[in-house]
C-alpha cells in the first residue's frame, strides 16, 4: 500500500529546532518529487519545500534559510529540519508526494503536476 | 505573480451544479490541480492535468482551464461535497509551488 506517515511533531519553544520525518512505504522517496506543506490552524494550505528525485531542493520564502529538506533513501523517509522557529510556523505540516504527466495537443507537449498521495499530517507548535 | 485566487465561500443547491475557480498568471503555463479537505482530514487530490480523475473520485467532479483561470465543477452536488477546495499550481520560476487561498464549499 501506497502510504506516507509523518512524524516528530510537538511543542517546541521559539527559536528552537525541531526534525519532521515522513515514512514512505510502496514506493521511493528518492525516485519521486516530495514536498512539505504545511496549514496553519484555521486556515489554507501553505508549501513549505520540495525536493527532487535527483537531489535539488526549493523553498518557500517564509522558510528559506531556516528550514532544510532532506531525505535518507536507505529508510525511505524524508525530513523537514526546522530551525530558528516562530509562532507563525505553527502548523500542521504535511508531507506528499509529487507526480507528473504528460500530453500532446495540436503538436504541442504539455505537462502537468499534482500531490496524489499524502500523509495524516503531524502538529507543530511554537509557544512560550 | 505567484498567487492564485480563489472565492474563498461558494454555496450551492443539493443536486445542482457549482463551478469553484482559480485565478493566477501562472495558470497560463500550468495545469491547476484540485484536492478537496473535510474537517480534521488531509487533502485528497480530485483533478489533476486536462481533466483527470483520480481512481475513485466521483465523475461528477470535473476541471477546465481557460487562459489565467481553472475551474473545477462539480456536477450534481452532494452533501459529503461539502468541504474546502484548494487549487494548486507552480509559479513562473516553475519550481515553487503555491496553493489558492481556498473555497469553502457548502451545500444547502
Known amino acids: 500500500e501506497v502510504q506516507l506517515v509523518e512524524s516528530g511533531g510537538g511543542l517546541i519553544q521559539p527559536g528552537g529546532s525541531l526534525r519532521l520525518s515522513c515514512a514512505a512505504s510502496?514506493?521511493?522517496?528518492?525516485?519521486?518529487?516530495m514536498n512539505w506543506v504545511r496549514q496553519t490552524p484555521g486556515k489554507g494550505l501553505e508549501w513549505v519545500s520540495v525536493?527532487?528525485?535527483?537531489?535539488?531542493?526549493f523553498y518557500a520564502d517564509s522558510v528559506k534559510g531556516r528550514f532544510t529538506i532532506s531525505r535518507d533513501n536507505s529508510k525511505n523517509t524524508l525530513y523537514l529540519q526546522m530551525n530558528s522557529l516562530r509562532a507563525e510556523d505553527t502548523a500542521v505540516y504535511y508531507c506528499?508526494?509529487?507526480?507528473?504527466?504528460?500530453?500532446?495537443?495540436?503538436?504541442?507537449?504539455?505537462?502537468?503536476?499534482?500531490?496524489?498521495?499524502w500523509g495524516k499530517g503531524t502538529t507543530v507548535t511554537v509557544s512560550s | 505573480s505567484s498567487e492564485l485566487t480563489q472565492d474563498p465561500v461558494v454555496s450551492v443547491a443539493l443536486g445542482q451544479t457549482v463551478r469553484i475557480t482559480c485565478q493566477g498568471d501562472?495558470?497560463?503555463?500550468?495545469?491547476a490541480s484540485w484536492y478537496q479537505q473535510k474537517p480534521g482530514q488531509a487533502p485528497v487530490l480530485v483533478i489533476y492535468?486536462?481533466?483527470i480523475r483520480p481512481s475513485g473520485i466521483p465523475d461528477r467532479f470535473s476541471g477546465s482551464s481557460s487562459g489565467n483561470t481553472a475551474s473545477l465543477a462539480i456536477t450534481g452536488a452532494q452533501a459529503e461535497d461539502e468541504a474546502d477546495y484548494y487549487c494548486?499550481?507552480?509559479?513562473?520560476?516553475?519550481?515553487?509551488?503555491?496553493f489558492g487561498g481556498g473555497t469553502r464549499l457548502t451545500v444547502l
Open positions: 501562472s495558470l497560463r503555463s500550468y495545469y
Open positions: 506528499a508526494r509529487e507526480s507528473y504527466g504528460s500530453g500532446t495537443s495540436l503538436g504541442t507537449n504539455y505537462y502537468y503536476y499534482y500531490m496524489d498521495v
Open positions: 492535468g486536462r481533466n
Open positions: 525536493m527532487y528525485s535527483g537531489g535539488s531542493t
Open positions: 494548486n499550481s507552480r509559479d513562473s520560476s516553475g519550481n515553487h509551488r503555491v
Open positions: 510502496g514506493f521511493a522517496v528518492s525516485s519521486n518529487y
